[in-house]
T-cell receptor
Framework: KAGVTQTPRYLIKTRGQQVTLSCSPI?????VSWYQQTPGQGLQFLFE???????NKGNFPGRFSGRQFSNSRSEMNVSTLELGDSALYLC?????????????FGSGTRLTVV | AQKVTQAQTEISVVEKEDVTLDCVYE???????LFWYKQPPSGELVFLIR??????QNEISGRYSWNFQKSTSSFNFTITASQVVDSAVYFC??????????????FGQGTRLTINP
C-alpha cells in the first residue's frame, strides 16, 4: 500500500515568487492536512481538507492557501514568498469517521526561500 | 485552547540505557486523542501510538511503553534498552475532538534523543 507522497522533495525559490506543493494521500484517505515545521515555531497546523472543502485553518496569513481535488489529492500554494516561509512542509492523510483514526505523514517538501 | 509541552529539548544516553520522554498536555475537552511520532533525519513523521482520552491503560510494544495519566495530564514514553536506531526527534501531539469532522494535531516542541554507542 503506497504511503503519502509529497512532491517535490526540495525546492528553492526567490522572495516574492509563489510556490505550489503537492500531496497524494493514501488510497481511501479523504482527509488531507498540511503542517509547517520550522526550527523556531516547531510543527504548526496550516489547514485541513475533506471532500474538496477546507474544514479547518490554522493561524497563517492569506498568502497560504490550498485546495483538494475530487481524487483527494491536495495542493498548497504560498504566494509572495518571504524568507520566513523557509520550512519543511508536511502533509498528512487520514480516514474520516466518528473517531480519530490517526494520521499518516509524507516525507515532506523542504522549501528554501532566498 | 490546547497545548502540549515537552520540557526535555534534548536527551543523550548511552546505548542499552532506559530513557523516558515526558509529555504534558492542556485541554478543556473531555474527549481527545494523544499521539507520539518519531522523526528521523529523513524528515517523515512516523506514527508510534494513538491513545483515546477514555483509555488510561498503559501500553507496551516491544521496547516501547507509554504511561497515560489523566490526573496529571501526562502521556510519557519510555524506551527500554535503547539502541542507536532510536536516535531521532520525538513529538507528542494532541488532537481535539472532531468538530464537524475537522481534524488537526497540536504538537509539542519535540525532544531530540541521541543514543550513543
Amino acid at each position: 500500500k503506497a504511503g503519502v507522497t509529497q512532491t517535490p522533495r526540495y525546492l528553492i525559490k526567490t522572495r516574492g515568487q509563489q510556490v505550489t506543493l503537492s500531496c497524494s494521500p493514501i488510497s481511501g484517505h479523504r482527509s488531507v492536512s498540511w503542517y509547517q515545521q520550522t526550527p523556531g515555531q516547531g510543527l504548526q497546523f496550516l489547514f485541513e481538507y475533506f471532500s474538496e472543502t477546507q474544514r479547518n485553518k490554522g493561524n497563517f496569513p492569506g498568502r497560504f492557501s490550498g485546495r483538494q481535488f475530487s481524487n483527494s489529492r491536495s495542493e498548497m500554494n504560498v504566494s509572495t514568498l518571504e524568507l520566513g516561509d523557509s520550512a519543511l512542509y508536511l502533509c498528512a492523510s487520514s480516514l474520516v469517521g466518528r473517531t480519530n483514526y490517526g494520521y499518516t505523514f509524507g516525507s515532506g517538501t523542504r522549501l528554501t526561500v532566498v | 485552547a490546547q497545548k502540549v509541552t515537552q520540557a526535555q529539548t534534548e536527551i543523550s544516553v548511552v546505548e542499552k540505557e532506559d530513557v523516558t520522554l515526558d509529555c504534558v498536555y492542556e485541554t478543556r475537552d473531555t474527549t481527545y486523542y494523544l499521539f507520539w511520532y518519531k522523526q528521523p533525519p529523513s524528515g517523515e513523521l512516523v506514527f508510534l501510538i494513538r491513545r483515546n482520552s477514555f483509555d488510561e491503560q498503559n501500553e507496551i510494544s516491544g521496547r516501547y511503553s507509554w504511561n497515560f495519566q489523566k490526573s496529571t495530564s501526562s502521556f510519557n514514553f519510555t524506551i527500554t534498552a535503547s539502541q542507536v536506531v532510536d536516535s531521532a526527534v520525538y513529538f507528542c501531539a494532541l488532537s481535539p475532538p472532531i468538530i464537524q469532522g475537522a481534524q488537526k494535531l497540536v504538537f509539542g516542541q519535540g525532544t531530540r534523543l541521541t543514543i550513543n554507542p
